[in-house]
Antibody, heavy 117, light 110 residues
Framework: EVQLVESGGGLVQPGGSLRLSCAAS????????MDWVRQAPGKGLEWVAN????????NYVASVKGRFTVSRDNAKNLVYLQMNSLRAEDTAVYYC??????????WGQGILVTVSS | QSVLTQPPSASGTPGQRVTISCSGS????????VAWYHQLPGTAPKLLIY???QRPSGVPDRFSGSKSGTSASLAISGLQSEDESDYYC???????????FGGGTKLTVL
């Protein structure tokens, strides 16, 4: 069964850091772009970042550029989102997803990140 | 303000056909394929349509997608109570180099 499981979320103070992990099972990450998407409480979906199969290309939404870094370890079937200089407006459920726009799209269950003092 | 514009709400009665629009521009819908998702509260989004009009296996043929120019549409025929959900369109924006979602449409089955 294809699964994506996020971990590493929680409560963090403004200015703090968190690293989210996304563990893939039931398939190998290697052939796929991977995305991170977030959803603030009561709001719509916002794409955050993606990373190419070999990690050579990374794209970010403007609001997180310079603060967030996406990476992957294909050997371990893991994708990461390093989040630094966190702000209150980064509070959201963060989803790891396989190729959001493709026919093989698959999402994790999401993990909550709360930025608050 | 989303790059892709969807109506905030839509409604229909059981058995009816409803459509949800998604309006963009040349740099996104006009030059890239569109996907559609639905999302129930507290759950992850699920793919309904990809590549403008393709259904993944398991998605009923009551759901169909289309695109013309810089706009895309999702049609749901034979509306059922379980179709009550939030619906989102998504595509790549080549100018901004970001993936963009519509603001979402809340579908109510009356």
């Amino acid at each position: 069964e294809v699964q994506l499981v996020e971990s590493g979320g929680g409560l963090v103070q403004p200015g703090g850091s968190l690293r989210l992990s996304c563990a893939a099972s039931g398939f190998t990450l290697t052939p796929y772009w991977m995305d991170w998407v977030r959803q603030a409480p009561g709001k719509g979906l916002e794409w955050v970042a993606n990373i190419k199969q070999d990690g050579s290309v990374k794209n970010y939404v403007a609001s997180v550029k310079g603060r967030f870094t996406v990476s992957r370890d294909n050997a371990k079937n893991l994708v990461y989102l390093q989040m630094n200089s966190l702000r209150a407006e980064d509070t959201a459920v963060y989803y790891c997803a396989r190729e959001v726009l493709g026919g093989t799209a698959h999402w994790g269950q999401g993990i909550l990140v709360t930025v608050s003092s | 303000q989303s790059v892709l514009t969807q109506p905030p709400s839509a409604s229909g009665t059981p058995g009816q056909r409803v459509t949800i629009s998604c309006s963009g521009s040349r740099s996104n819908i006009g030059s890239n394929t569109v996907a559609w998702y639905h999302q129930l509260p507290g759950t992850a989004p699920k793919l309904l349509i990809y590549s403008d009009n393709q259904r993944p296996s398991g998605v009923p043929d009551r759901f169909s997608g289309s695109k013309s120019g810089t706009s895309a549409s999702l049609a749901i025929s034979g509306l059922q109570s379980e179709d009550e959900s939030d619906y989102y369109c998504a595509t790549w924006d080549g100018s901004l180099r970001v993936l963009v979602f519509g603001g979402g449409t809340k579908l109510t089955v009356l």
